[in-house]
């Protein structure tokens, strides 16, 4: 199995996997949904909250707010040294103090380290004058399978696209039309492929050609993941985190045997 | 521990006294959130 980066910047990766077979692209795909680790707010201690909202839907949003992880500075809140109490290498204390009229987004939220902060941009709740609301979160690790918060990104995956055109071909231009994503091309009176990996294996084209001259199948072996991350973790580690995921559940698997 | 409607005092009701503001005589009261600090879940 090869794996080959095509886009990798921050939170969005295209990754093309290579000589693996359909069930182990899924597996992937589910370990990144449910298995790879992220930091998420799982605690609200609500000081003070005059706003127009319940604390427990204050409480819900700031659980669904990423927040920048970085795996190496924590463990999870059951296997702490601390023993669950709450120390610095289990939970991040974020505090939040703030007083209308304004609104509270989630990078109002102060945190301890200025690397480990929430994503910035997305609004908690609107304070209208003389509102206040003063709360500590606690932010621990979790996975995607406890909670959908811990979630770290979206991803899906397709085959490699495989289209050919053969010599029934008259360069009508059917298929070039009928292209949803414009790949196809005329050039020297043949259809060519101009951007293969863009293709969604819809089959308009094949469905458009009149002389059934252009042919579009799915190579099984190689696979073009997209991911985009929620900002919590950059697209790449969270692919690598779930490969190494796998490989945990893999050993465990050959130690119990 | 209530607020009143116009005069934003805080007045301290005992049981079975009527419902109105002793400093404006306002009939309306609020009730003021209790000062207990609560933990949630978010989930």
Known sequence: MEVRIFEGEGNRAKILLENANPSYAN???RAILSEVPTLAIEDVIIYENSSSLYDEILAHRLGL?????DLKRFNFRDSCVCGGAGCPSCTLTLT???????VVYSHDLKSPDPE???VEGIPI???????RLRLEAEA????????AKWQPAVVGYKYYPVIEVNDKCTACGECVAACPRDILAIEENKVVVKDIEACTLCRACAQACEEEAINVKGDPTRF????ESNGSLPAVEIFREACREISKKAEKMVSLL | MYRCGSCQREVELAKDEPVRCPFCGYKILFKVRSSVVKRVKAR
């Open chain 1, 125 to 131: 709740v609107k304070l209208g004058k003389g509102q």
């Open chain 1, 116 to 118: 480990l902060t929430p």
């Open chain 1, 224 to 227: 073009i993941f997209t991911i």
């Open chain 1, 96 to 102: 939040l103090e703030e007083e209308g009229p304004k």
């Open chain 1, 65 to 69: 707010v990423p927040i920048r992880t």
């Open chain 1, 140 to 147: 621990v690790l979790g996975k995607g399978k406890e909670h």
């Open chain 1, 27 to 29: 597996a992937l795909r």
